[in-house]
């Protein structure tokens, strides 16, 4: 035997004996567990799955898939797993990045959507359905605004589950009081004149205890709703970085006279918080950017609030101008690892198109569907007494066409970040300058929007597959 393999025999052999007998114990427990992960029979899943992160979405869908599934063979139904958003977004990502197992069909919401659309497009993870919403004559029957969300380089990759349209909710309670016809309402500069009166010091403190607007200049989700309703965003409609245009600077120094200034008419109650319900409650703001699918959160969060509230639309920036925007969104992805891409297609399109699911989705969410043949059903003309009678449905129909194109791209969240940075900075400077009007605003809101978009622009060109041509 070689000398050298000689000593090496020998240090195996001490080392052996030097093991006590619980770590032989141990050793041996690692060598069989290792063998048996290797050689033991694989349970095999059957059927698809459908990854989703909404309880509400699970609790809707489950009666229709029971449905499905007790009509077709084992290997064709469906499962539901139901997943919260950030680990849903984890485990969906690693998929896709290392080829780990996915579920067939995934529920993704659209702040997740941009990491999905950030690499070269051959690498999405959900498959291309472009061509098959051609073929099926999909395209047509869907809201087109609602396809953006969704869509990267021309192609589109989700169903789009929503529309989320925006309208105005007001108290009506305390507008009627005070003499106020919303009617004459037609652009922003109306609503500040109009609802200026209502803007109060109800305890004689000298400080306003009530304010026309829900807003802030925190506000990202906001910021970008009235961006978009201005015709501005953070990328056009060739996913080009814009966030200096003239149009969102026009729009943010607008909105830092609305906090800031001895002509102040908005304050902060928070969304989905004990402190912002009880603002609401006593009045504290009187208007609120209102999505579809907020309603259904404020009958469940503040029912005292019932018939004291209504709709109207958002006033235009300018007159004759968009009426609406919007907040939010989910999309139905099939996944590339999906081995059965037919049958996951009509059940996809079983939960996305259905009339009965869409009548659920609204009754019990408020939601409008994204499906246009399906807006002229009945129940979206019921009148729902928390609005003091108003049709919901129909009032969010309306207004569903004029939503605004959004962006997909993934430096979409990073541009909203970097705008309201420049919305804070923008009224420190109004407070310090003591300069509260629009047009005295307007060449720091141009300065601080360059320098947003400088910054999101060198980011962006770190990325060799979005990088903008020079």
């Not at 229709?64 to 469906?78: G, K, Y």
């Not at 941009?114 to 051609?134: K, N």
């Not at 009880?278 to 209102?290: D, E, F, K, P, Q």
């Amino acid at each position: 035997m070689p000398r050298g393999k000689s000593n090496r025999m020998g240090i195996l052999d001490d080392a052996a004996a030097s093991l006590s007998p619980g770590a032989w114990i141990i050793v041996v427990l690692a060598v069989f567990s290792t063998v048996a992960v290797a050689t033991w029979p694989q349970a095999q899943s059957s059927g698809m799955e459908l990854w989703m992160f909404s309880r509400t979405h699970h609790q809707l869908y489950a009666p229709r898939v029971a449905m499905w599934n007790q009509q077709h063979a084992t290997d064709r139904q469906l499962h539901l797993m139901l997943i919260s958003n950030q680990a849903l977004s984890q485990r969906m990502m690693s998929g896709f990045r290392s080829g780990t197992p996915v579920a067939d069909l995934i529920e993704v919401e659209r702040g997740l959507i941009g990491q999905v659309f950030a690499g070269p497009i051959s690498d999405v993870g959900f498959v291309d359905l472009t061509d098959r919403l051609w073929t099926t004559g999909l395209l047509d029957r869907i809201n087109a605004p609602s396809l953006s969300a969704w869509t990267t380089r021309g192609r589109v990759f989700g169903l789009p589950h929503d529309v989320h349209p925006v309208l105005l909710a007001y108290r009506a309670d305390l507008v009627e009081e005070a003499g106020i016809d919303v009617n004459v309402i037609e652009t922003w500069d109306d609503f500040a004149r109009v609802m200026q009166p209502l803007v109060r010091d109800l305890d004689g403190d000298g400080r306003p205890d009530r304010f026309a607007l829900n807003f802030a200049e925190t506000a990202g989700t906001s910021i970008e709703a009235l961006l978009l309703q201005a015709g501005g965003g953070f990328f056009d409609e060739n996913d080009r970085l814009v966030i200096d245009s003239d149009i969102n600077a026009r729009v943010i120094a607008t909105l830092v006279t609305w906090v800031a200034g001895p002509d102040r008419i908005a304050a902060e109650a928070p969304e989905f918080s004990a402190s912002g319900n009880a603002l609401r409650l006593r009045g504290y703001v009187v208007a609120s950017l209102c999505p579809d699918w907020l309603t259904s959160v404020w009958k469940s969060d503040l029912p005292a609030m019932s018939g004291k509230v209504k709709l109207m639309p958002l006033p235009a920036w300018d007159k004759g101008g968009r009426r609406t925007s919007v907040i939010g969104g989910t999309m139905l992805g099939l996944t590339k690892a999906c081995q059965q891409p037919e049958i996951a297609w009509q059940l996809a399109m079983d939960l996305y198109t259905a009339e009965d699911v869409a009548k659920q989705l609204y009754q019990t969410n408020g939601i409008i569907s994204p499906i246009k043949e399906l807006w002229k059903q009945p129940f979206y003309d019921e009148p729902d007494a928390y609005f003091r009678g108003q049709p919901l449905g129909r009032l969010y129909i309306q207004a569903a066409p004029d939503v605004p194109r959004r962006s997909s791209h993934p430096y979409n969240s990073m541009g909203q970040w970097r705008v309201v940075d420049a919305a804070i900075a923008l009224k420190h400077y109004a407070e310090k300058n003591q300069c509260f009007t629009v047009e005295g605003l307007l060449p720091e809101a141009r300065r601080l929007l360059a320098e947003a978009q400088r910054r999101v622009r060198v980011q962006m060109d770190r990325n060799v597959f979005l990088r903008e041509p020079s």
